[in-house]
């Protein structure tokens, strides 16, 4: 594992060169329940044949038109030892109307196992798809169309122009997750790398004449599932992402106490250094999982948020195959 890490490291400085490029790419505060957009490795990585999960955040709406994200994910799994998965995730911001659309297919290899009953599992995921960024200039104030003491005037001209006002370009990442699935085990630890726009797509946001890359984002996760009774198990969990000179370190922990057969409270906290607190609540009834988080601004950008952050909205549905004397492969429930 710190092999891969280092190797994702090197990638990742590799393509950053000597440019000051920040984040460009959404996130979201329930990774967890959203996982293979994190990490392509972890298509198909559940207790079960499929799993469909959705996720909508709505992002400091006291700013005028806020930052809405939703997404989609399915991933299945096959008796190769390969899963697929399909993610589209639409982000719209800001009175331009910029919008941020990605869709992807991912593949992972799970036959790489090991132990007394080949409870430890690593996967090696790809992932390839589109990226499509377009926003209409038409709708933003320049500074030249406001006149000193009377204020903005629509119909004065721009000398402000866009030669490029949307894009579609191909991306790549690759992703290695692992995880215990021993059901016996008194921790069941898991974590992975992956790294983002191996290809280096290009950004002609940036400059219309060079084109410049989007620059890479590594992303690092992990975390242990704790089994402390028979009706409650807990997970502390990180997440860190790089985008250029961007960085976000999210640190958490959540428990599901048992309620009955078919019932489970989610309860747990993320930190996200320097940035937020986001308490989360959720249930779990049958196979069905709902997540609400609110992220509670901690940073100066709190004043201008006035107290209204970002509320984010999860579902996730597991399908299960009949089968006989066969159990699904165990692992951590996201």
């Not at 609400?292 to 579902?315: C, M, P």
Request: hydrophobic share 40%.
């Amino acid at each position: 594992m710190r092999s891969i890490l280092i190797a994702a490291a090197g990638f990742l400085l590799a393509g950053t060169g000597n440019l000051v490029r920040a984040q460009v790419d959404p996130h979201v505060s329930q990774y967890y329940l959203y996982p293979h957009f994190m990490n392509p490795g972890m298509t198909g990585v559940m207790n079960g044949d499929l799993r469909v999960s959705g996720i909508h955040r709505n992002q400091w709406s006291a700013l005028g038109t806020p930052y809405v994200t939703t997404g989609f994910t399915a991933d299945g799994t096959t008796s190769r030892n390969l899963n697929i998965g399909v993610s589209i995730l639409n982000q719209t911001a800001g009175d331009a109307g910029f919008r941020y659309t990605t869709g992807y297919l991912s593949v992972a290899y799970t036959g790489v196992r090991w132990g007394t009953n080949n409870e430890h599992q690593l996967s090696f995921g790809l992932q390839g798809g589109l990226i499509s960024r377009r926003f209409d200039p038409s709708k933003l104030r320049m500074d030249d169309q406001w006149i000193p003491g009377i204020g903005y005037n629509p119909g004065l001209p721009t000398g402000d122009i866009f030669p490029v006002t949307n894009s579609a370009v191909l991306d790549m990442g690759a992703g290695v997750f692992y995880h215990n699935g021993s059901e016996d085990a008194a921790v069941q630890p898991y974590g992975g790398v992956s790294v983002f726009h191996l290809n280096r797509p290009a950004d002609p946001f940036v400059s219309a004449t060079d084109l410049p890359y989007i620059p890479l984002r590594l992303s690092a996760l992990g975390g242990v599932r704790l089994p402390l009774s028979e009706s409650i198990t807990f997970i502390p969990h990180f997440l860190y992402l790089q985008q250029g000179t961007a960085r976000e370190l999210l640190l958490g922990a959540y428990g599901s106490v048992y309620v009955s057969e078919n019932t489970d409270f989610l309860v747990g906290a993320n930190y996200r250094i320097n940035d937020a607190v986001t308490p989360f609540a959720g249930i779990r009834f049958g196979e069905l999982t709902v997540g609400l988080s609110y992220d509670v601004t901690q940073s100066q950008l709190s004043r201008l948020t006035r107290g209204v952050n970002s509320l984010e909205l999860s579902l996730s549905w597991l399908v299960k195959k009949p089968r006989r004397n066969v159990p699904y492969f165990n692992c951590p429930r996201f």
